[in-house]
C-alpha cells in the first residue's frame, strides 16, 4: 500500500490553468484568403513539433491518410525580441494549408499577429532559422565577423521561401524532392525524400547524398559529408551522407548536434555538427588513389550533374559522370570553389567501372560496422584506375563541363545507442529533446513510443570544451515527455496518465493540476494486480548503478541507491496494465506539446489542449541565493536529493506564499540537517502564513523521501505563529526574554542531532556557504532584510557547531537579534566524526569588511574564499580595491589568486579560470591611471551604475573615488558602457551614436523661425530649404550671410530684367533688347546650379517613398515696372541651340548631390525617379552622375546601368559612368572597367567592331578609368592613357572636334592612375612616362604609334594636316597635368626644372600664356613643400624678365617699348600670378590660413583694379577675367567651408558684372568660388591629400568654357568631382541635455612641423576643424562643459566617424554653469555669485537657485523638501542647514551621488549618540569610509592634484569622526567600562548594553577574548608592554589607549 500513499504526498501543484487554442487558426478564418480553407475540419496534425522547431518525423498511431483533410501544425518557442534581451512571451508559427501565420503573446498580453505569409502552393513546412553572412565573403574563415539574419523559412514541395526580419525576401528553388528541412546553427539542412525511383537500378550509379546543407538563401545547396570513426580500412574516412536507411530525428544548435535513425538497424546515432576543413573538402573532391574513393568521386559526380541537370531542366543522358582526374591533371587547388574541369581525358573513366559493388556507396555510418561487403573489396590491390579497360568508351559518352559543388557542413560521429537483444522495429523516436537536471548535467532524451519509452543519455563536454562525451542510457516508462526549461526539470506523461516531474532522471513527484481528476481509483486497481513480467529487464532503472558505461566519467552519475526511487521503479514496471482501465474514465492527458519556459501545453483525449505552468523552484532571492550556494558546493546526489525534497515542499498543492517561504526553506533545511523543527524555539514560531486548511496539510506535510517523518507533523501541527520577517525588527525584537522561555520549560532543554538525515554530514560545508552568501548580502543594501533573517540560522548553527568566533562575529554584526535566541542543540560527539570538514573552513571568520578595511590599512592581507558565480559582488570588491588601493595591475588580469581564493566542492573539477575573465581584454581601450583601468575592468564585468547604488557607502567609495577621476578626463573613445558607468552622459550618448546609423529626424528638421515668413511660399522650391539652419544660425550668428547666398544662388525665380526705354526706340527693337539683356542674364542663371550644388552638399535625407524635388531652372525674366514676363522662345531674337541642356544637367547633379551619403535608399528608389517625360532626361543625368558622387550608385543593379547605357542618350551616358566610377575611386573594379572600356576605343581589341561611341561620353570614360584606377599604377591602363594623349585625328571625320578635351581627359586620367608615384613607377620604365610627357609638352616628332591600335592610324586624317609633329595645342595641358599628378608633393627638382616659365622673349613666344598658367601650377604642385603664403613667394615664380618689363598691375598709362611684344609679357605676367595663387589654393585648402587668405585676397584686389584701369586691353580683358577667376577661387578653396565675408562681398561684386566679356564660364566660376565658400552650408571643407587634389584639378581647371555648350577644352561635367575632396570637418557641440546644438570651447593642438613648432589654439565651436592629419589632439575646455579630450595621435578613426555622422559632438554642462548663448561673459554663473557675495558661509546659498546648477529632478525635489525650512520648525533648523549645505557641497564639487553617503553618515551618527544603533553595519562604513581617506594611496592621489576629489573641502568628515569618539567615550564613561571588562574576560553582559558595546568593539577593532586569551595578556603591567603584545593584533593605538586601564587591572576609565 505503501506505492499509493507515496504518490499521494508528493503532489506539485501545477498554476495557470489556461484552454490552449492556437492562435494562428483563429486568425486564418478571417484571413482574406482562407475561401477555400475549409479549416472547419482542420485536423490536428500528428506531428509533434518539439521546441527548437524540429518536426518529429513518425506520426502517432491514429494518424489519418495525408490526403483526406488539410492538416494544420504549429510550433512555439521563447520570444526573440529585436534587441536580444530576455523577454517572457511565445512566439507562435502556426501552418495551414498555404498559409503560415507567425504570432507573439503572453499569458499577461493577448496574442497578435506579427506576420503573416500566403504562397501558391501548400506549405509542407515552417520553421525559424538564423543565416550568419560573413562580412568579408573571400575569406571564409570562422572568426570572420558575421551578421546574424532571423529569417522564417517556409519550405512548399519545388521551393523554399526565406524572408528575413529586415523585410528581405528570397527564393531559392530546390534540385530535389524535399522530406525535411530542419534548422541549424549555420543555416537550413534538407532531408532528400528516398522515393523508389531515385535508387540506381544498375549497379554502377552510385547512390545520391541524402543530406544537403544551404548556408544563406543565395548560397547554393550543398551535399553534407560525414566524418565516421575508424572503420574496416583503419583511418577516418570522409564521404558524403548517402545512406538512406539513415534519417534525421533530431537537430539542435547550441550544442550543434544531429540524432539520426538507421532504419536497417534500428539504431539511433549522435552527430556533432560543423563546418567542414579545408582538407576535408579536398578529400572529398580529389580522386586519391586510395581503396574505395573511386566511388566516392563517382558518387559526388554523378550527383552534381543530377542537380544541375536538375536545376536546368534537363535530363542526364547516358551515365552522367564527370571526369576527376583531370583536375590533378591541372593540379589546381582542390578546395577553391570554382573548378571548371574542361579537359575531360577519357582512360581515367574506368575508374568509374561497373564493376565495383554498391555496397561500398552504401557503407553505413553507425559505430556498429555492417560486414556485408562484396568480396572482392578486402583486398585494395584491385582498385588500380585501370581496373577494366574494356568498358572505357561507353562511359565517357556524357562528361558535361559541370562545376563540384563544395560541401559545406561536415556531421562528425559521437555515439551510437547499444544494440539490443531484441531488434525493435520501428523504435524510431518520435520526440528528442535536451533538459538539464538541476545541477547542471544534461541530458539528451528521446521517446521511442512504440516502446513506451523515454531514454535519457547523459552527456557533457570534454575537459578541452572541444567534444561532447556521451554517457550511460536510463530508460523511464513514458507515453510522452516534454522538457521544462526554466526549472530544469522534464515533464513525463506516464502511461496510465499520470504527469510526473523528473529532473535529470531522478523523479520529483506526480504533477497535480488544479480541477483535473486525480487518476487515484486505477492506481488503486493496478497496485493490487501483481507485476506483470514486462520486457524491461535490459533496462537500467534508476536503482541500478549508473556506472556501467562510465569510462572517462568522473563518479557523479551515481545515484545513492535511496529506498525511494526503488519503489517508484516498481510504480514504473507497473504503469502498463492500468491503461485499460484508465481510458474508460473520463478526459486524459494525450500528450505534452509546445514547452516554453516553463509553460507545456496538455493534449486531451477530448481533443481540447490546455496550457499549464510548472512552478519555478524558488522565487525569493534569498533563497535562491542559499539554494544555489548548497547545490554548487554539495555533491551532486545529495545536492539533487536536496532540491527535489524542497521543490515538492515550496510546490505541494496549496502551498506558502511568499512571505512564508524563507520560513519554509529554513524548516525544510534544519530537518534535512536532523534537527526536530518542533523543539527549537524560534523555528517553532515561524508561520506559515495563513491558515492551511486540514485537508491539505497531511499531504503538504509529507517529504519527497522517506526521511524524519513525524519532524514533519511536528512541525505543521505547531500553533506557535511569530512571522520574523514581518517584525519592525529595532523595537519588536527586544522582546522580554521570559515569553520566550516558557515553552522551552515543557520541553527537555535540549535535544539531539538525528544523524542518519541527508545532510547531517555536511552540515559544516552548508553553514560556511551561507556564511559567505551571508557576506555577500552584505554588499548589496537592498538586501538588509535577508541578512536579519539568515543571521539567525547561522548563529543557531554556529552555537550548535560550538563556534565561538563565529558566534561573536554575528554579536558584532546584529547584538539584538543574537541576544533573542539562546537554544543549544547538542550534537552527539560520537558522531561529529561523520561531519566532512571541509577543506576552506577557517577557524576566523572572513569577513569581506575586515578584509577591505586591512587592504585599505595597508596590511598584508589573507586570501577571500568567494564561491564563483554566487559570490561575484564579493570577487569584483576584492578585485577593484587590490587594483585600486594596492595598484597590483595582475588584480585585473588572470593573477587574482594571491587575493582570492576559489571554492569548488570535493569532487567537482576544477572549472578553467580563463572564461571569467575573457571579458577584460575585450576592449583595448588605452588606460592611463589606475582609476582608468578599473572603471574599464568593471564596465567588462558587466558593472553598471545599479549594481553601484545597492552597494554601502562605504564599500562604494574606492570605485566612486576612480569613478570621479575618470570623470574629470575621459578619453573619449571609450565605450558606451563606461561612460555610462562614469556618468557622462555626453560620451555615452556619443558611444551610443557611433553604433547607430544616423537619425534621419534630427538633420532634416528646419527651423523655419530662421527664415522670415513672407518669402517662405516664394523660397518653397529653390532647392535650398533643407539647410540645417540651427547649426548655420549658430556659426554665422551675427549677419543673414547665409539669406544671402541663397539669394544668389537660386535659380528657380524669373530674373529682373531692368532696361530702360529710349524714347528714341521703337517698341519692337525694345522687347528685342529687352530678351538680348535677358540672354545675357541667362548666361549667369545657367551657372549657378553648380554652386548651389556645393551650398548644398549632402544635407538632406530623401523619404523613400517619394521622388526627390528637383526645382526648375527658370529662364525667363520680369520687367518692371508691369513686371511682364520676358520669355526668349518668343522668336524675336536667335537662341542658340540645346542652350540649357548642360544647365539642366548641372541643375541634377546639384538636387542629387543634397542627398547624404548616410542615406538609406535603394536601387528601385533611384528607378523610381526616372522622369516620365523626355525633357527631363538631362537632370536625371546628373541625379545619376551625383548619386555616384556621393556613393549611393554601387547599390544600382547591374541590369539598370545596362538599360540606361543602350538607350543611347548622351548625357545619361556621361553622368552614369561618371557616377560608377566615382563611386568604385581606386577599387579596380573588373565590371565597371568592362563598361568603361566599351566606350573607349583604345581599350577594345583592334578587331572588335566600331562603335559609334559620342565623343563627350569617350571623355567621360576615360576620366572613368582613371577614377577607378586611382593611384594604382596600373601598367596597361597609364600605357594606354599615355598613348591616348596624343592620339592623332583619324582618316574619317573621328577624333576631329574637341580633340582637346579628350587629350586633357588622357593626361588626367594618367596622372590619377599613377598618383603621387613620381620616379617609383614599378615595371613602366620602358614607358618613359615623363619622357614622353615632356615631349607631349613642348612638343617634337612624334614618335611611331605602339600597340594594338598602329593599324587604325597609318593614314592619316583627311581633315586636318598635322604632320609628324606632336600638335602641342592639343597635347600640353594633359601632360602638363599629368606631369603634377604623377609627381605629386615628391619635390622632384628636376621635373620641376622642366616646367619652368621660359626666361626668354623668343622662348616665351613659343608658349600660350594660359599654358605657362599650368606650367606653373604643376611646378609649384610637384614642389609642395616650397608653397609659402606670400606675394614675395608668388612673384618669386615669375621670370626675370616679364617681372621687369611687364606692365605692373598698378600702372596707370602704356609703356612703349620697341624690342619687347608688351602684349605677350603682360599675358604672361598675369597667368603666370595665376597659376602660383592656384597652387598657394591648393596648398592651403581649406586650412582658413590668414597669410594665406591675405596673400590671394591682395592679388584678387589687384586684377579687380587691373581689369577697371586703362592697361587692361594689354594683357586683354578675358586674360583678366579669367585670372581674376582663378584667384577667386583659390581664395574659396583655402576660406571652403568658412563663409569668410570678405571672399562673399567679391563674390557678389562678381555676381552682379553680367555685362560685356562676362561669359557663361566666369559666371560658373565665380559661383563655385561662392558654393565653396559656404561648401555643404558650412559643414565641409577641402582636403588636400593626393586623391582630393586629383578631383579639385579635375573641378577646378582653369580654362572655363565660353557658352553653355562648350566642352571642346574641359568637360563641363568634370565641374563636379570637387565633391571627391569635400569632408566633413565641422565639429557641432551638442548638449546632451537639451539636444540642441550650443557654442564650447575648443583647444586644438598641432602637431609640430618643419614650419612650426607644436601650437595650441583656442576656437568657438561649432567651427571647422583643420585637416585631422595636423592635429594631435582636440579638448573641449572647461569650466562650463565637462573636459573631454580626444586624442588624435591613436588614430583619428573616432574623430572621423563624429565628422562623418554630422559632427555631432555631445558635451555636457557642469552644475551651476549656464551655456555661452545665454551667459556669453560668464558673470550669471553659480560659482561666480558665490565669490561675489564674499560670504563663506553656506548659508548664502538658497535651495531655490539649484535649478541653475542641476536639471537632475531628484536633486531638485530633494532641494523643495529637505533644504526649505517651514516656519515652525525650531530645532530642526540646523538639519536644515547641514541639509543645504551638503547638497550645495555636493553640487558645486560636481558629485551628487555622494548625497545620498553623506546623508547615511549624518544619519548613522545621530543614531550612534542616541544609542539606537540595532545593528552595527553603518558603523562599518563610516570607518571604511575613513580609513579609505588616511589610505596611503588617497594621500599620494590628493598630493598629485590637490583640490579634486571626494569629500575634499568640506569639515563634514572630521566633525563625523569627532562625534563618534565621544559618544562612544562619554559611554565608557558612563558605566561602559564595565561593561567592556566582562566581556573581554569572557563573562556575559548585560543585554541591554549590547547594541553600544558591539558599536564600540567595531569601531576600535578590539579583538575577541579569544584572541586575547592567546595573546597571553593577563600579567602586563605596563602601557608598553601591552603595545607590544598588541602589535601582532593590530590594534590601532586609540583603542588601545581606551582599553588599557581595563587590561592592566584598572577599571576607572581612562579617556584621552
Not at 570562422?142 to 529569417?151: F, L, P, T
Not at 532528400?192 to 540506381?200: C, E, F, L, M, T
Not at 565517357?396 to 560541401?407: A, K, N
Not at 554642462?1709 to 551667459?1719: H, N, P, T
Amino acid at each position: 500500500m505503501s506505492n499509493i500513499y507515496e504518490e499521494r504526498v508528493t503532489m506539485i501543484a501545477a498554476g495557470d490553468l489556461q484552454e490552449f487554442v492556437p492562435f494562428g487558426r483563429d486568425h486564418c478564418k478571417h484571413h482574406p484568403n482562407a475561401l477555400n480553407l475549409q479549416l472547419q475540419q482542420l485536423q490536428p496534425a500528428a506531428e509533434l513539433w518539439s521546441s527548437d522547431g524540429a518536426a518529429g518525423l513518425v506520426g502517432s498511431l491514429q494518424e489519418v491518410t495525408i490526403h483526406e483533410k488539410h492538416k494544420e501544425c504549429w510550433q512555439l518557442r521563447r520570444g526573440i525580441s529585436d534587441v536580444g534581451e530576455e523577454v517572457d512571451y511565445d512566439e507562435e508559427l502556426y501552418v495551414a494549408g498555404n498559409m503560415v501565420i507567425w504570432s507573439k503573446g503572453s499569458k499577461s498580453q493577448a496574442s497578435a499577429v506579427y506576420k503573416a505569409f500566403t504562397v501558391d502552393s501548400p506549405v509542407l513546412q515552417a520553421l525559424w532559422c538564423n543565416f550568419s553572412v560573413p562580412q568579408d565573403k573571400p575569406e571564409k574563415t570562422e572568426g570572420s565577423s558575421e551578421i546574424v539574419e532571423k529569417c522564417i523559412c517556409i519550405l512548399q514541395s519545388s521551393c523554399i521561401n526565406i524572408h528575413s526580419i529586415e523585410g528581405k525576401d528570397y527564393i531559392a528553388s530546390l534540385p530535389f524532392q524535399v522530406a525535411n528541412v530542419w534548422p541549424t546553427k549555420y543555416g537550413l539542412l534538407f532531408e532528400r525524400s528516398s522515393s523508389s525511383h531515385d535508387v540506381p537500378l544498375n549497379p554502377t550509379r552510385e547512390p545520391l547524398p541524402t543530406m544537403f546543407s544551404m548556408l544563406h538563401a543565395l548560397d547554393e545547396i550543398t551535399p553534407m559529408v560525414c566524418k565516421s570513426g575508424a572503420g574496416l580500412f583503419g583511418s577516418a574516412r570522409v564521404q558524403y551522407v548517402a545512406d538512406y536507411s539513415m534519417r534525421i530525428v533530431f537537430l539542435n544548435a547550441e550544442p550543434s548536434i544531429v540524432m539520426t535513425y538507421d532504419s536497417t538497424q534500428c539504431l539511433h546515432a549522435i552527430w556533432a555538427l560543423r563546418r567542414v576543413k579545408p582538407e576535408e573538402r579536398s578529400a572529398v573532391l580529389k580522386v586519391s588513389e586510395q581503396v574505395g574513393t573511386p566511388q566516392h568521386a563517382a558518387t559526388s559526380s554523378s550527383f552534381t550533374v543530377q542537380l544541375r541537370s536538375l536545376s536546368k531542366g534537363d535530363s542526364p543522358v547516358g551515365s552522367p559522370f564527370q571526369n576527376y582526374s583531370s583536375i590533378h591533371s591541372q593540379s589546381r587547388s582542390a578546395s577553391s570553389p570554382s573548378i571548371h574541369s574542361r579537359s575531360p581525358s577519357i582512360s581515367n573513366m574506368a575508374a568509374l567501372s561497373r564493376s565495383h559493388s554498391p555496397a561500398l556507396g552504401v557503407h553505413s555510418f553507425s559505430g556498429v560496422q555492417r560486414f556485408n561487403f562484396s568480396s572482392h573489396t578486402q583486398s585494395p590491390k584491385r582498385h588500380s584506375i585501370c581496373q577494366s579497360p574494356n568498358n572505357t568508351s561507353t562511359d565517357s559518352v556524357f562528361t558535361p563541363e559541370t562545376e563540384l559543388i563544395v560541401p559545406e557542413l561536415c556531421i562528425d560521429h559521437l555515439w551510437t545507442e547499444a544494440v539490443t537483444n531484441m531488434r525493435e522495429k520501428n523504435s524510431q523516436a518520435s520526440k528528442v529533446f535536451i533538459t538539464t537536471d538541476l545541477c547542471g548535467q544534461r541530458f539528451l532524451c528521446y521517446l521511442v513510443e512504440s516502446q513506451l519509452q523515454l531514454r535519457c543519455v547523459k552527456f557533457q563536454e570534454s575537459n578541452d570544451m572541444s567534444q561532447l562525451i556521451f554517457g550511460t542510457v536510463t530508460n523511464i516508462q513514458a507515453k510522452d515527455a516534454a522538457p521544462v526549461e526554466s526549472v530544469d526539470t522534464m515533464l513525463v506523461l506516464e502511461g496510465n496518465g499520470n504527469l510526473v516531474l523528473y529532473t535529470g532522471v531522478v523523479r520529483v513527484g506526480k504533477v497535480f493540476i488544479p480541477g483535473f481528476p486525480a487518476p487515484s481509483l486505477s492506481l488503486s486497481i493496478s497496485n493490487q494486480m501483481p507485476c506483470p513480467s514486462t520486457p524491461l529487464d535490459n533496462i537500467n532503472t534508476p536503482s541500478k548503478p549508473l556506472n556501467k558505461h562510465l569510462g572517462p566519467f568522473d563518479e557523479q552519475g551515481m545515484l545513492s541507491p535511496v529506498p525511494e526511487l526503488r519503489d517508484s521503479s516498481k510504480l514504473q514496471d507497473s504503469s502498463y496494465i492500468d491503461d485499460c482501465t484508465f481510458q474508460q474514465l473520463a478526459t486524459f492527458i494525450h500528450s505534452v506539446r509546445d514547452p516554453v519556459q516553463n509553460r507545456v501545453t496538455l493534449d486531451l483525449s477530448n481533443g481540447s489542449m490546455v496550457r499549464i505552468t510548472i512552478p519555478e523552484i524558488a522565487t525569493s532571492e534569498l533563497v535562491k541565493r542559499c539554494l544555489q550556494g548548497i547545490k554548487y558546493i554539495l555533491p551532486r546526489e545529495v545536492a539533487v536529493q536536496m532540491l527535489v525534497r524542497w521543490y515538492n515542499a515550496y510546490n505541494a498543492p496549496g502551498g506558502p506564499s511568499y512571505y512564508s517561504e524563507w520560513n519554509l526553506f529554513v524548516t525544510c533545511l534544519m530537518n534535512m540537517m536532523g534537527y526536530n523543527t518542533d523543539r527549537v524555539a524560534w523555528t517553532q514560531n515561524l508561520d506559515f502564513e495563513g491558515s492551511l486548511s486540514p485537508v491539505i496539510a497531511p499531504k503538504k506535510a509529507r517529504p519527497s523521501e522517506t526521511g524524519s517523518d513525524e519532524d514533519w507533523e511536528y512541525l505543521i501541527n505547531s500553533d506557535y505563529h511569530k512571522n520574523v520577517e514581518s517584525h519592525p525588527l529595532a523595537k519588536a525584537l527586544q522582546l522580554d526574554p521570559l515569553e520566550m522561555k516558557s515553552p522551552k520549560d515543557n520541553l527537555s532543554p535540549s535535544h539531539s542531532l538525528d544523524s542518519s538525515t541527508l545532510l547531517f554530514p555536511h552540515i559544516p560545508t552548508i553553514f560556511c556557504v551561507l556564511h559567505l552568501i551571508y557576506e555577500e548580502l552584505k554588499l548589496n543594501c537592498l538586501m538588509g532584510e535577508g541578512i536579519r533573517s539568515l543571521v539567525v540560522l547561522l548563529v543557531q548553527l554556529a552555537r550548535d557547531l560550538k563556534l565561538e568566533a563565529y558566534l561573536d562575529y554575528y554579536c558584532r554584526d546584529y547584538p539584538v537579534l543574537v541576544k533573542t535566541s539562546r537554544q543549544t542543540c547538542i550534537i552527539d560527539p560520537a558522531q561529529t566524526g561523520f561531519m566532512h570538514h571541509p577543506s576552506f573552513f577557517s577557524a576566523e571568520p572572513p569577513s569581506i569588511f575586515q578584509w577591505l578595511s586591512s587592504c585599505l590599512k595597508g596590511e598584508n592581507v589573507q586570501p577571500y574564499p568567494y564561491l564563483p558565480g554566487i559570490c561575484e559582488r564579493s570577487k569584483l570588491l576584492v578585485v577593484s580595491v587590490v587594483l585600486y588601493i594596492f595598484g597590483d595591475e595582475r588584480a585585473v588580469s588572470n593573477e587574482a589568486s594571491n587575493y582570492l581564493t576559489k571554492i569548488t566542492s570535493g569532487q567537482r573539477k576544477q572549472q578553467t579560470e580563463q572564461e571569467e575573465y575573457e571579458c577584460s581584454s575585450r576592449h583595448s581601450t588605452s588606460t592611463s591611471s589606475l582609476a582608468e583601468k578599473l572603471v574599464i575592468w568593471m564596465t567588462n564585468v558587466g558593472f553598471t551604475l545599479r549594481d553601484l547604488e545597492s552597494l554601502p557607502f562605504g564599500v562604494a567609495l574606492p570605485i566612486r573615488d576612480a569613478i570621479y577621476h575618470c570623470r574629470q578626463q575621459p578619453a573619449s573613445d571609450w565605450p558606451e558602457a563606461v561612460c555610462l558607468l562614469i556618468g557622462r552622459q555626453d560620451l555615452s550618448k556619443q558611444a551610443c551614436e557611433g553604433n547607430l546609423p544616423k537619425c534621419k529626424a534630427s538633420d532634416t528638421q528646419v527651423l523655419s523661425s530662421d527664415v522670415p515668413s513672407t518669402t517662405e511660399s516664394e523660397e518653397e522650391d529653390d532647392g535650398m530649404n533643407d539647410m540645417n539652419q540651427e547649426v548655420m544660425s549658430l556659426i554665422w550668428s551675427e549677419d543673414l550671410r547665409v539669406q544671402e547666398v541663397r539669394r544668389l544662388l537660386q535659380s528657380a525665380h524669373p530674373v529682373r530684367v531692368n532696361v530702360v526705354q529710349m524714347p528714341e526706340v521703337s517698341d519692337h527693337e525694345y522687347i528685342e533688347e529687352k530678351e538680348n539683356r535677358l540672354l545675357q542674364l541667362c548666361q549667369r542663371t545657367m551657372a549657378l546650379p553648380l554652386g548651389r550644388g556645393m551650398f548644398t552638399l549632402f544635407s538632406y535625407h530623401p523619404v523613400p517613398t517619394e521622388p526627390l524635388p528637383i526645382p526648375k531652372l527658370n529662364l525667363t525674366g520680369r520687367a518692371p515696372p508691369r513686371n511682364t514676363t520676358v520669355d526668349l522662345n518668343s522668336g524675336n531674337i536667335d537662341v542658340p541651340p540645346n542652350m540649357a541642356c548642360w544647365a539642366n544637367f548641372h541643375n541634377g547633379v546639384a538636387a542629387g548631390l543634397k542627398i547624404a551619403p548616410a542615406s538609406q535608399i535603394d536601387s528601385a528608389w533611384i528607378v523610381y525617379n526616372k522622369p516620365k517625360n523626355a525633357e527631363l532626361a538631362n537632370e536625371y543625368a546628373g541625379f545619376l552622375m551625383a548619386l555616384g558622387l556621393n556613393g549611393h550608385l554601387t547599390k544600382l543593379a547591374t541590369l539598370n546601368i545596362h538599360d540606361y547605357l543602350t538607350k543611347g542618350h548622351e548625357m545619361t551616358s556621361i553622368g552614369l559612368l561618371l557616377g560608377v566610377s566615382a563611386a568604385k575611386l581606386g577599387t579596380m573594379d573588373m565590371s565597371i572597367t568592362r563598361l568603361l572600356s566599351i566606350h573607349i576605343p583604345a581599350l577594345l581589341p583592334p578587331t572588335s567592331t566600331e562603335l559609334d561611341v559620342p565623343h563627350n561620353v569617350q571623355v567621360a570614360a576615360v576620366i572613368g578609368i582613371g577614377l577607378v584606377y586611382q593611384g594604382t599604377a596600373h601598367r596597361h591602363t597609364a600605357e594606354v592613357l599615355l598613348s591616348e594623349i596624343g592620339r592623332p585625328p583619324g582618316p574619317e571625320m573621328e577624333y576631329c572636334t574637341d580633340r582637346e578635351s579628350y587629350s586633357l581627359a588622357a593626361g588626367l586620367a594618367l596622372g590619377m592612375v599613377c598618383l603621387g608615384h613620381g620616379s617609383n613607377l614599378i615595371g613602366m620604365s620602358d614607358l618613359n612616362v615623363p619622357e614622353q610627357l615632356y615631349q607631349y609638352m613642348v612638343g617634337g616628332h612624334r614618335r611611331f604609334q605602339a600597340g594594338v591600335h598602329r593599324e587604325k592610324h597609318k593614314s592619316p586624317s583627311y581633315q586636318i594636316k598635322e604632320g609628324d609633329t606632336i600638335n602641342v595645342d592639343v597635347t600640353c595641358p594633359g601632360a602638363t597635368l599629368a606631369l603634377a599628378m604623377i609627381y605629386l608633393k615628391t619635390n622632384n627638382r628636376s621635373i620641376a626644372d622642366w616646367l619652368r616659365a621660359p626666361d626668354t622673349m623668343y622662348l616665351l613666344d613659343f608658349v600660350k600664356p594660359e599654358f605657362l598658367l599650368l606650367r606653373t601650377l604643376a611646378r609649384c604642385l610637384i614642389l609642395w613643400d616650397d608653397i609659402l603664403p606670400s606675394s614675395k613667394w608668388i612673384d618669386s615664380n615669375v621670370p626675370q624678365i616679364v617681372r621687369e618689363n611687364s606692365v605692373s598691375l598698378h600702372a596707370t598709362e602704356m609703356p612703349s617699348s620697341e624690342d619687347l611684344n608688351l602684349e605677350t609679357l603682360a599675358q604672361a605676367h598675369v597667368y603666370i600670378t595665376a597659376g602660383a595663387c592656384l597652387s598657394l589654393g591648393f596648398r592651403f585648402a581649406g586650412s582658413e590660413n590668414l597669410a594665406a587668405f591675405n596673400c590671394l585676397y591682395t592679388f584678387a584686389k589687384d586684377f579687380m583694379k587691373c581689369l577697371s584701369s586703362a592697361t587692361a586691353s594689354i594683357a586683354g580683358h578675358y586674360n583678366l577675367e579669367t585670372c581674376l577667376s582663378v584667384v577667386l577661387l583659390s581664395l574659396a578653396m583655402v576660406m571652403a567651408g568658412s563663409g569668410n565675408l570678405k571672399v562673399l562681398q567679391l563674390c557678389r561684386f562678381m555676381h552682379k558684372k553680367t555685362g560685356g566679356e562676362m561669359n557663361y564660364g566666369f559666371h560658373m566660376a565665380h559661383h563655385m568660388a561662392l558654393g565653396l565658400l559656404f561648401l555643404g552650408g558650412g559643414r565641409y571643407s577641402l582636403s588636400t591629400s593626393n586623391s582630393s587634389i586629383a578631383a579639385l584639378l579635375c573641378a577646378l581647371y582653369p580654362h572655363f568654357p565660353v557658352h553653355s555648350t562648350d566642352n571642346r577644352y574641359h568637360l563641363q561635367a568634370l565641374r563636379h568631382l570637387y565633391v571627391l575632396a569635400a569632408e566633413p570637418r565641422l565639429l557641432v557641440p551638442m548638449d546632451v541635455d537639451t539636444d540642441t546644438p550650443c557654442y564650447a570651447l575648443l583647444e586644438v593642438t598641432y602637431k609640430g612641423t618643419q614650419w612650426y613648432e607644436e601650437t595650441t589654439e583656442e576656437l568657438m565651436a561649432p567651427t571647422l576643424l583643420p585637416e585631422l592629419h595636423l592635429l594631435k589632439q582636440i579638448r573641449v575646455k572647461g569650466p562650463r562643459y565637462w573636459e573631454l579630450l580626444i586624442d588624435l595621435s591613436k588614430g583619428v578613426h573616432h574623430l572621423k566617424s563624429i565628422l562623418s555622422k554630422d559632427g555631432v559632438l555631445y558635451v555636457k554642462l557642469r552644475a551651476g554653469q549656464l551655456s555661452y548663448k545665454e551667459d556669453p561673459m560668464g558673470w550669471r554663473s553659480l560659482l561666480a555669485q558665490t565669490v561675489t557675495h564674499r560670504n563663506a558661509d553656506a548659508r548664502a546659498f538658497k535651495p531655490e537657485a539649484i535649478s541653475a546648477f542641476t536639471s537632475d529632478p531628484a536633486l531638485l525635489s530633494f532641494a523643495d523638501y529637505f533644504c526649505k525650512p517651514a516656519a515652525n520648525m525650531g530645532q530642526k533648523l540646523e538639519v536644515f542647514d547641514l541639509f543645504s549645505s551638503i547638497l550645495y557641497e555636493c553640487v558645486s564639487q560636481e558629485n551628487p551621488e555622494m548625497l545620498p553617503a553623506y546623508i547615511a553618515i549624518d544619519q548613522a551618527v545621530r543614531r550612534l549618540e542616541r544609542r539606537e544603533m540595532s545593528e552595527t553595519f553603518d558603523l562599518w562604513q563610516i570607518k571604511l569610509v575613513l580609513e579609505f581617506f588616511n589610505s596611503r594611496s588617497h594621500q599620494d592621489r590628493v598630493r598629485k592634484n590637490p583640490h579634486r576629489g571626494l569629500f575634499m573641502n568640506s569639515e563634514f568628515l572630521p566633525v563625523m569622526k569627532c562625534s563618534i569618539d565621544n559618544a562612544l567615550d562619554q559611554w565608557l564613561q558612563a558605566g561602559g567600562g564595565v561593561c567592556l571588562h566582562s566581556y573581554l574576560s569572557g563573562q556575559p553582559t548585560d543585554e541591554s548594553q549590547l547594541s553600544i558595546l558591539a558599536c564600540f568593539l567595531i569601531y576600535h577593532s578590539v579583538p575577541t577574548p579569544g584572541q586575547l586569551l592567546a595573546g597571553g595578556l593577563e600579567g602586563s603591567t605596563s602601557f608598553s608592554e601591552l603595545l607590544l603584545k598588541f602589535k601582532p593584533l593590530k590594534l590601532p593605538v586609540r583603542a588601545l589607549l581606551r582599553l588599557a586601564p581595563l587590561l592592566l587591572g584598572n577599571p576607572q576609565s581612562m579617556v584621552l
